[in-house]
């Protein structure tokens, strides 16, 4: 299919879900809002205000769909830091930079772990300077990017759990007029269990080696996708660290509705306020730099010039998967999100896509094959995450895995 033709459908499609979603939800949203109320007041100009900042932290996110003013800045020291690890140790590459990019998806996050997997055992698996993640993807980022030794783990998580594993669902009426369907105790439970103070002391080392940990949110009240450098979360001096490394990442994954949005206590002009966070694939569902930003311009100001090569994981198929819709609220609410995220990740596919034409990065993908046909009977079987594993295992152990450019993509 032609882009331009491409572009023109994710549009209407996008519309179309948004204006349904609009429509079912706005009256829940305001309920939402203040059921969340606590004694700290919200930031009300969330939009324009963009020096809010976590409590006693500093440099640890930036918006994701503006221009990064100090991105040059920023490089140099991490080139620097790059240099001088690569002196103590060679394995660290230095002439060529990979990054990794992990989708959302839910209980679909099985075919990722299985693809990081099996890279593994083929034994092509590269190390990366930067791993980013949205939702799921958000979880298992911090395994992707520590390596292999976290494998065993990683399967364990995404071939063991269960819908109980990651929420609780609450009564009609509590659902209704609370913030959300479920409650996300068990998630936080979750999270809890395997981002200990050991592993956040191992990813703050790495962020001296110029190396970089990134999990999307959505800041909901500003509309606007939030990056958070979960590396400088890691080695910053705050007593608090931990606590806030795992709430953003429940907040990567609080998918709207279903998962309460996550609060995060920041101050602006001297004053204590909360954001309302909630799941980074509201916004988009796999990123690495802006739009406004180019690679290729940082070669040039930093005069060195470095092979990148992006890889990217989406936890989804691209496929149109038809399955008859219940005329009912709920299912066409379900059915609706699902499609825009279908048709979002798509989009995000393209997007990246161009971005690194335009900057010289090699490009692959890899998704979820169309013959997989097996259907999850919720949204973490436990059966269909195994299954799903097993076939991102098998194909993370060949070069067949990746696709050089997106779906039907037509020159």
């Given at each position: 299919m032609?882009v331009?033709?491409r ?8 519309r179309m879900s948004?204006?349904i979603l609009r429509s079912?939800?706005?009256a ?11 004694n ?11 020096y ?8 640890i996110r ?5 221009e990064?003013k100090?991105?040059n ?12 690890a ?17 989708s959302?998806?839910g ?5 990722g772990?299985?693809i990081l997997n099996?890279?593994t ?40 759990i269960?819908?109980?594993?990651v ?8 659902g209704?007029f ?5 409650d996300?105790?068990?998630?936080k439970?979750l999270?809890?269990r395997?981002v ?5 002391d ?5 962020h ?8 999307g ?6 509309q606007?996708?939030v990056?958070?450098?979960m590396?400088a979360?890691?080695?910053?001096s705050?007593p608090d ?6 709430d ?5 994954a ?7 949005p996550?609060l995060?206590?920041?101050t602006?002009d ?5 954001e ?10 796999a990123?690495?730099?802006?739009a406004?930003n180019s690679l290729?311009?940082v070669d ?5 010039p ?6 990217i ?6 496929a149109p998967q ?6 009912k ?11 825009l995220i ?16 335009k900057?010289?990065?090699?490009f692959?993908l890899?998704?979820?094959?169309n013959?997989?046909t097996?259907?999850?009977k919720?949204?973490?079987d436990?059966?269909?995450?195994k299954?799903l594993?097993?076939?991102g295992?098998?194909?993370?152990q060949?070069?067949?895995a990746?696709d ?6 037509d020159r």
């Open positions: 032609p331009d033709k572009h023109k459908l994710q549009q209407t499609t996008g948004i204006s079912l939800f706005a829940a949203l305001l309920l939402t809002l203040a059921a969340c109320g606590s700290v007041p919200r930031l009300d100009d969330a939009p324009v205000n963009s809010a900042t976590p409590v006693g932290y500093k440099g930036y918006w994701g769909d503006a990064l100090k991105l800045e920023a490089s140099a020291q991490r080139l620097e830091e790059l240099k001088a690569h002196k103590a140790d060679p394995s660290i590459p230095l002439d060529h930079a990979y990054y990794l990019a992990i959302g998806g209980g679909d996050g099985a075919f772990a299985g099996g890279w055992k083929a034994g092509t698996r590269p190390k990366f300077e930067v791993v980013t993640g949205i939702s799921t993807g958000a979880l298992s980022a911090p395994y992707a990017f520590l390596g292999s030794d976290y494998d065993d783990e990683l399967k364990q998580i995404y071939t063991t269960n819908d109980k594993d929420m609780k669902k609450k009564g009609a009426i509590s209704v609370g913030s959300s369907m479920t996300n105790s068990p998630l439970a999270v809890a395997h200990t103070q050991e592993l956040l191992k990813i703050a080392v790495e001296g080696k110029g190396r970089r940990l990134l999990v949110t959505t800041n909901l009240d500003a606007r996708p990056v958070w450098d590396t979360i890691a080695a910053s705050n660290r931990l606590s806030l490394f795992r953003v990442l429940v907040a990567s609080a998918i709207p509705g279903v998962f309460p996550q995060i206590k920041v602006a001297g004053k204590l306020y909360e309302l966070h909630v799941d980074g694939g509201t916004t988009t569902q990123f690495l730099v802006s406004q290729k311009d040039k100001a930093l005069k060195f470095r092979k990148r090569s992006l890889y994981i989406m936890n989804g198929s691209f038809a399955e008859k819709t219940e005329t609220t709920l299912a066409i609410a379900a059915r609706s999100i699902s499609t279908k048709n979002q990740s798509i989009g995000d596919a393209y997007r990246m896509y161009a971005q690194a034409q900057d010289d990065v090699a692959y890899s998704s979820i094959p013959d997989f097996m259907k999850a919720s949204e973490f436990t059966a269909y995450m299954a594993y097993e076939r295992y098998q194909m993370g060949t070069p067949a990746w050089r450019e997106p779906p039907d993509y």
